[in-house]
């Protein structure tokens, strides 16, 4: 071994040169992105007052948001919202805007996704909102079938329990069409679980529905 110094040069330019591209480059680049205003005034400086986006994830969408990584949702959906001309995402009414880095700034871990064998989710909330979001995501995780005839999403009844009613029947249960192949007996429920419920908050605040000052809404 003569040139044992030129080896270690050589291991260590390696590293420092990935380094440099993969860490130093994307810190450059994204490192200085904070919470903004939807606008900014003549001088570049954020409307005194207007609510800071993006906004943080809270609560029981962040629960939901486990359960999403756990049951591996992210194997078929993506969360990013192509610029058009690279895609037919903002034809296809998948969201208002392309998504942008600063989009993701607040999550801790931000799900990209790679695959789309089912539609991106990045504005999901916004088109399935409020209550009959909440009811068609329910009957959709139970069994896709219900919403969505001949879909190739798997079901997820595990995230409910189908019990006996007792008396009067649950406002929770999910409401099955009594003559559908996929509703309980007679005489039972479905109702979801906790983790069905967190994860059914956690697509409904799925929204892309502000403007940044490098991603403005445009027709509003
Ligand atoms: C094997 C691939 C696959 C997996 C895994 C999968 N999905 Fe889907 N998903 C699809 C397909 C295909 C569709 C479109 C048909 C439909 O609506 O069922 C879809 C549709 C959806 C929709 C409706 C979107 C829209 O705009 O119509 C939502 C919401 C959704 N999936 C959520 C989930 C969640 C949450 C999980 C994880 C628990 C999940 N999916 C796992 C394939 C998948």
């Given at each position: 071994m003569k040139n044992i110094a030129l080896l270690f040069c050589g291991i260590l330019f390696t590293i420092a040169f990935s380094y440099t591209g993969v860490i130093l480059a994307s810190q450059l680049q994204f490192g200085s992105l904070l919470q903004t205003t939807a606008e900014l005034d003549e001088d570049g400086k954020q409307m005194e007052g207007d609510p800071l986006f993006p906004r943080r994830e809270s609560g029981i969408a962040l629960q939901g948001k486990q359960v999403y990584i756990e049951l591996g949702c992210i194997y078929c959906h993506s969360q990013q919202i192509r610029r058009e001309?690279?895609?037919?995402d903002i034809d296809r009414g998948w969201g208002l805007r392309a998504t942008v880095?600063?989009?993701?700034?607040?999550?801790?871990?931000?799900?990209?996704?790679?695959?789309?064998?089912?539609?991106?989710?990045?504005?999901v909330g916004g088109r399935f909102a409020g209550d009959g979001g909440r009811e068609w995501h329910h009957q959709h995780l139970y069994n896709p079938q219900l919403t969505?005839?001949?879909?190739i999403m798997p079901p997820y009844?595990?995230?409910y329990e189908v019990r006996e009613i007792e008396g009067e029947p649950s406002p929770e249960a999910v409401k099955i069409?009594?003559?559908?192949?996929?509703s309980p007996k007679t005489g039972y429920e479905v109702i979801p679980t906790r983790r069905a419920v967190a994860l059914v908050e956690y697509l409904l605040s799925l929204k892309v529905d502000y403007s940044l000052p490098e991603a403005p809404i445009l027709d509003q």
């Open positions: 001309g690279f895609g037919a880095a600063r989009d993701y700034i607040m999550q801790d871990r931000v799900l990209l996704g790679t695959m789309r064998t089912g539609p991106d989710l990045a504005h969505s005839k001949g879909s009844p595990f995230l069409p009594a003559d559908s192949p996929y």
